[in-house]
């Protein structure tokens, strides 16, 4: 049975293949609609029931010759598959296609995999003032701590060992995972937040005559709806106005925003990327793992920012950068070509000398 090898994981909610094509706007192309699909699959390990995803004919290639397997791919791929592809199979897959086979397997993983639902349960052994208001249906772990006048939306979950500070706002359907700490701060709703993360902590704003005084920080965090905020974050109240975060952006392990960032919709946010303080961010920017924006700069939207680059100065719209400070790709490219160059002519020369 599917459930015997270790790398399947049976859906409590299987979908049948008609029902999974409406889901994802797709086209079945071959295959039976009445099959089932009972659980997602990595390519060389798809079983009977699996539905994985191939966005080129290498990954196509890669799909287990097993019967009952549904794959998500895009028209291009298709047309790219020899005959011999083709044939080659034993058992035949049932194809769906699609314009973007991950995004549309994300979408169908999210309806066999669905997120937890609040249990409803406030456990005992959790702490919370009289005067919080607790919405409809949430649920509240061991050892969460909900402070006076919090508010908290309905069918919402808090893990164990949360903080919820004073006069702090969660929205509804959102979950606090493990350890998170919240103060300063409004929550949007279907917001997750991932463990021990601390947001509205007071921002790093240090007076500068030597005496290396904290200043007062009295704004707060703000955070839109359907953001999600990775593992051991840090997001800075503001110091006057507020540090916000519209709605669908995602931010990934370890991340920092300082006091008084303003980050748009929708931007895609890495591990260990750093955000100085009063820094202005567009929307739909994606920014790869270790990037460093420096305090008060101003970056467009539609901007790929590469690993590790380190953005200096402001930055309009739709520019692919890379490197410290930060330039466009095809000018990185040639600066980090010149050094090698420079360092394979200094070796040279250093060895005939």
């Known amino acids: 049975m599917a459930g015997h090898h270790h790398y399947i994981h049976s859906s409590a909610f299987p979908i049948s ?106 456990h005992t052994m959790s702490s919370i003032a009289d005067d919080a208001v607790i919405g409809k249906n949430v649920q509240i772990d061991a050892f ?73 920080h009295i704004g707060k965090v703000i955070i839109g709806d359907h953001s999600y905020i990775g593992s051991l974050n840090t997001i800075d109240r503001g110091m006057l106005g507020d540090t916000s975060i519209g709605a669908h952006v995602m931010t990934d392990s370890r991340c920092h925003i300082a006091h ?9 946010i890495c591990a260990k990327v750093g955000f100085a303080g009063s820094v202005t961010v567009g929307e739909r920017n994606i920014f790869g793992p270790e990037v460093s924006i420096a305090s008060h700069v101003t970056i467009g939207s539609g901007n790929l920012f590469a690993s590790r680059g380190g953005v200096t100065k402001d930055i309009t719209n739709g520019h692919v950068l890379g490197g410290f400070p930060a330039v466009a790709m095809a000018d990185y490219r040639l600066q980090v070509a010149a050094l090698r160059r420079l360092a394979r002519e200094l070796k040279s020369k250093a060895g005939k000398e």
């Not at 039976?32 to 004919?57: Q, Y």
């Open 17 to 122: 293949v008609s029902d999974a094509v409406a889901l994802i706007a797709g086209e079945l192309v071959q295959g039976a609609p009445d099959a089932m699909i009972t659980h997602a699959s990595m390519l060389d390990n798809a079983t009977n029931g699996a539905v994985c995803f191939a966005e080129n004919t290498k990954a196509f290639a890669r799909i287990a010759d097993i019967a009952g397997v549904t794959c998500l791919t895009n028209q291009d791929t298709l047309d790219q598959l020899t005959e011999a592809d083709k044939t080659k199979r034993k058992h035949p897959l049932l194809i769906i296609i699609v314009d973007r086979p991950k995004d549309r397997f994300a979408v169908l993983m999210a309806s066999l995999y669905p997120a937890a639902k609040s249990t409803g349960r406030i």
């Open 260 to 268: 008084n960032v303003k980050i748009g919709k929708g931007n895609i």
């Open 144 to 216: 969460v701590a909900i402070a006076s006048k919090a508010v908290i939306g309905d069918n919402s979950i808090i893990k164990s060992g949360a903080v919820i500070g004073e006069n702090v706002i969660i929205g509804q359907n959102v979950l606090i995972m493990p350890q998170v700490h919240i103060e300063h701060a409004a929550i949007g709703d279907h917001v997750q937040i991932s463990p021990g993360s601390v947001i509205g902590n007071t921002g790093f704003g240090i007076s500068g005559d030597g005496q290396n005084r904290l200043a007062p």
